[in-house]
């Protein structure tokens, strides 16, 4: 039985959730909304998991940390709540040996984008030329193929001159990144277990998540990048999540950052549930040891 835990306003759960009723697998969920509150509780001596007063004893578990209620009421309060929520339920599915789970070693890392790039050419893969800095005081003669954007997100990507003229002396204070301009289209790359799904993303924008105007398509993987891609999700712990690439002006491909808790409704979409499916066919491989990342048995699934 898989539980399935996280934002009752979260599109991904309810794509999941509907595609694990479609095939009959035994499930539960656990939303979590405006006016939905599950009971639990977590005896940390017997390890037992209590859901509306009920033990339950799921295999695996999916769980995704909700941001979408903070987005809708700008509640401090439903932020901390949706990360105590997080908490609680990925400490309960960690502490369990036998409960498949997607990332489970994954908590070794902070999943930081600095580290992500700097291993990403550990293991073959290349970067664009990038900077981390806060000295704005002078800058690349060509700022129309700069870009910036904050380390840790929280806001949009700019092109670098614009940041310069447009930015208040705050945002100019703390360190960010400043990475030569890539081109589109944008290729996103899924890690589900053993199989990786490629997207390609067309944009006019130079940060597509400005506007709704991005075409999403299915694409093929090129297999040089393949061995590299699999060992960075390898050695971050990764066995879900979802790889950017651009190239640049010489057709080459960058690695950009790569998601652990990437969204995945839309892309969904466009393969017809086999995304999904793969999800839950991970989940339900039939293990009672600790998950691990299968790394010299990958079958690449386009």
């Not at 990144?177 to 067309?202: A, C, K, N």
């Not at 999540?241 to 010489?250: I, R, S, T, V, W």
């Not at 652990?260 to 839950?280: E, L, N, Y």
């Amino acid at each position: 039985m898989i539980l399935v835990a996280g934002g009752q306003l979260d599109p991904n759960i309810g794509t999941l959730l509907r595609r694990i009723l479609e095939r009959g697998v035994p499930f539960r969920d656990l939303l979590v909304g405006d006016d939905l509150t599950p009971r639990i509780t977590i005896d940390l001596e017997t390890g037992a998991l209590l859901l509306e007063d009920v033990e339950i004893r799921p295999t695996a578990c999916f769980i995704r940390h909700d941001v979408f209620l903070h987005q809708k009421t700008g509640s401090s309060v439903d932020y901390t709540a949706a990360l105590n929520w997080f908490y609680a339920l990925r400490g309960w599915s960690l502490s369990q040996s036998g409960v498949r789970l997607f990332n489970r070693h994954s908590y070794l890392s902070e999943n930081n984008k600095i580290e992500n790039l700097r291993l990403a050419t550990s293991v073959g893969l290349d970067i664009p030329q990038t900077l981390v800095t806060n000295e704005f005081t002078s800058g690349p003669d060509d700022q129309e193929n700069w870009i910036q954007k904050p380390i840790a997100g929280g806001a949009y990507t700019t092109l670098l001159g614009d940041f310069l003229t447009e930015a208040c002396a705050k945002e100019k204070a703390y360190p960010r990144f400043v990475q030569r301009r890539m081109q589109r289209p944008e290729l996103r790359i899924y890690r589900v277990g053993p199989s990786l799904f490629g997207f390609r993303l067309t944009s006019p924008d130079l940060d597509y998540r400005t506007n709704q105007n991005t075409t999403i398509e299915a694409a093929e993987i090129p297999q040089q990048i393949v061995s590299a891609l699999v060992s960075l999700c390898d050695k971050l712990g990764l066995d879900f999540g979802a790889a950017d690439f651009m190239q640049d002006k010489d057709g080459r491909l960058r690695f950009l950052e790569i998601n652990s808790q990437p969204m995945f409704a839309a892309f969904d979409r466009i393969v017809r549930g086999k995304s999904s499916d793969a999800i839950i066919d991970y989940l339900t491989v039939n293990s009672d040891v600790e998950n691990s990342n299968d790394a010299g048995t990958q079958s690449i699934s386009l």
